[in-house]
């Protein structure tokens, strides 16, 4: 077990490429028990700050901090309660499911590990397949089987790009579902996603990237979908006309 | 204890996927053999090698198709992007590094043991006069040109061009690998043989090993995550 922490917080994290600018000044906190949904353009900056949050990129200033630790000083203790499914699914195609989730908790050095196993192939539908190579799977199987990696061990911490991505209606269903289950066992929630109409209820909070900014998207009763277009709408407004 | 657990957890998954896709062995097999032959053709006369070709040609070809078990071995975490999954994981991050190279190791042994044979058979190399040594040699070359290529390969696993760049960056740092190992060979085939200076050379690639192998540890983390 990892170090614990109920607050995800970033202050003015802004990340460079070279001469281009991902994120600029990007500044969230995120409570446990909490879901919130990050939307945004193509190119917006939203893999990047998933990126950042997982630790897997420095950010070029700013700070990331779960709880007062930071990742380069907690290190594999945090990363133990970090979950996180990218929009590439991290699976090895060569492998069955069965030996994918195997892997991937000895890394994480889980105990029960068999049980884990069988029960996260119940949970993706996929105790039928659990022996056969996952490069024969459709995306939707493949996404279900990524989703049970992601959350293997646990984690405190959800970080989830696209996660309904190729699945059937049934299978979002019990995604939905299986996310307000991991927000009411007071797990942290960052979706990523491009599917509104999924996530429209189920979120928090939504907030959106634009061009590297993060604005909150106001709450209100009109859609995500349509909020979201008023929020693009007023951020592609020149400075001074909004 | 956990730093050898989580190598071997990598090495593991690499040998099963490569026992079932046998993509990389036998890409770098031929790649290896092929090189070797067409020396064969250029450096063999009626029968008769090139004097002292067969240390040179031997090494060349354990460079070149170790650059492109390099290239393929992480050109495997990158389809997927499993190298994220595996930074992820709650481990020394030094020591997926240490699973990766023990792989890339394993592969290029059995790539060795097709292309000494058949350089030693090819060029009238009397390579296994004195097997431990030539051994030696091998292993302690091939480590330490796996150690840099293994960083290097893991560094460039997103880069656009990292086919082109890997060979470009990792040849020039491991020019005093090949030299050592070319060198040690060429001492073994001497009318004489040199025992001695085999053995110098023997100690200046464990050096090598011992610097490169430290090096990659230690930035094997930060150069990961920037």
Not at chain 1, 154 to 183: I, M, N, Q, Y
Not at chain 1, 199 to 208: C, I, P, S, T, Y
Not at chain 1, 212 to 223: D, K
Not at chain 1, 226 to 239: F, M, N
Request: net charge neutral; aromatic share 8%.
């Amino acid at each position: 077990m990892g170090l614990d922490f109920r607050t995800l917080s970033l202050t003015d994290v802004t990340r460079t490429f070279g001469r281009r600018r991902a994120l600029y000044k990007v500044s969230l906190q995120v409570n446990a028990g909490e879901l919130v949904v990050v939307i945004g353009p193509n190119g917006a900056g939203k893999s990047t700050l998933l990126a950042i949050v997982a630790t897997l990129l420095a950010p070029t200033s700013g700070t990331v901090r779960y709880d007062d630790h930071t990742s380069a000083a907690a290190g594999a203790a945090l990363r133990a309660r970090i979950g996180l499914l990218g929009h590439d699914l991290y699976l090895y195609p060569e492998l069955s499911p069965a030996e994918n989730l195997r892997f991937f908790a000895d890394l994480h050095g889980l105990d029960r590990v068999e049980d884990r196993v069988a029960g996260a192939l119940e949970r993706a539908g996929l105790s039928d397949r659990r022996n056969d190579p996952v490069a024969g799977f459709s995306r939707g199987m493949r996404q279900r089987l990524a989703l049970e990696r992601a959350l293997l061990h646990d984690p405190r911490l959800v970080l989830l790009d696209e996660p309904f991505t190729g699945l059937d209606d049934a299978a979002s269903h019990a995604l939905r579902h299986r996310l307000s289950t991991l927000r009411d066992a007071g797990c942290l929630v960052l979706v990523i996603t491009h599917d509104l109409d999924t996530v429209d209820g189920l979120a928090d909070r939504a907030l959106m990237l634009h061009k590297g900014r993060l604005l909150e998207i106001q709450g209100g009763a009109a859609s995500l979908r349509e909020r979201y277009r008023d929020a693009l709408g007023r951020a592609a407004q020149p400075a001074g006309q909004a | 204890m956990r730093f050898v657990r989580t190598a071997w957890l990598v090495v593991r998954k690499d040998l099963v996927i490569e026992a079932r896709s046998r993509e990389i062995v036998y890409t770098t097999l031929f790649f290896a053999v092929a090189c070797v032959l067409v020396f064969a053709f250029g450096f063999v006369n009626e029968g008769r090698p090139v004097t002292d070709a067969a240390p040179g040609i031997l090494w060349i070809a354990i460079a070149f198709s170790g650059t492109l078990a390099l290239g393929r071995a992480f050109e495997r975490e990158r389809q997927s992007e499993t190298l994220r999954a595996l930074m992820m994981a709650p481990v020394d991050r030094p020591a997926l590094y240490v699973g990766k190279l023990a792989g890339i190791l394993l592969l290029l042994a059995v790539v060795e043991a097709i292309v000494v044979p058949l350089v030693a058979l090819l060029f009238h190399a009397a390579l296994f006069d004195r097997p431990w040594l030539l051994l030696a040699l091998l292993a302690a070359g091939t480590t330490g040109f796996a150690a840099v290529g293994t960083l290097f390969a893991a560094m460039l696993v997103r880069a656009r061009s990292r086919d082109v760049l890997l060979p470009v960056l990792l040849y020039p740092i491991t020019i005093p690998v090949i030299i050592a190992g070319v060198r040690g060979t060429a001492a073994l085939l001497q009318a004489d043989v040199d025992v001695p200076m085999a053995r110098a050379w023997l100690s200046m690639l464990v050096l090598f090993d011992v610097v490169f192998v430290t090096l990659a540890l230690w930035t094997f983390e930060p150069l990961m995550t920037e």
